[in-house]
């Protein structure tokens, strides 16, 4: 299973940076690419970004390009995704998913922004508010 852990705390001020693990519990990640979504009150499950499983190439949906960074690290079967000048609009669930159905950085970008593609591990999300 995916387990989901958020470093910096769960309520953020506008600006202000957050960085989210998602690490494989049972499993390795190395063949997986990863996703993170999220989901805002009363609004549709979004993608925010991926990383392949092949190359390591990275993919960003333009609200958060440039503020988002994703990251793995195979060697400890974990996926960061670090989020910097954080908006309020980024108040969501967020969650990471791994599938091994994507490996492409154009089946990537397919599968972020569908937002509702497969997948084979879902974690079990995690709250992040912007709030001053």
């Known amino acids: 299973q995916l387990q989901l852990v958020k470093s910096g705390g769960g309520l953020v001020q506008p600006g202000g940076s957050l960085r989210l693990s998602c690490a494989a519990s049972?499993?390795?990640?190395?063949?997986?690419?990863i996703g993170w979504f999220r989901q805002a009150p009363g609004k549709e499950r979004e993608g925010v970004s991926g990383?392949?499983?092949?190359?390591?190439?990275?993919y960003y949906v333009d609200s958060v390009k440039g503020r988002v960074t994703i990251s793995r690290d195979n060697a400890k079967s974990t996926v960061y995704l670090q989020m910097n000048n954080l908006k309020p609009e980024d108040t969501a669930v967020y969650y990471c998913?791994?599938?091994?159905?994507?490996?492409?950085?154009?089946?990537?970008?397919?599968?972020?922004?569908?937002?509702?593609?497969?997948?084979?591990?879902w974690g079990q999300g995690t709250q992040v508010t912007v709030s001053s």
């Open positions: 049972d499993f390795t990640l190395d063949y997986y690419s």
């Open positions: 998913a791994a599938f091994r159905g994507v490996t492409t950085v154009q089946a990537l970008s397919v599968w972020i922004e569908a937002a509702r593609g497969s997948y084979d591990y």
């Open positions: 990383i392949s499983s092949s190359d390591g190439s990275t």
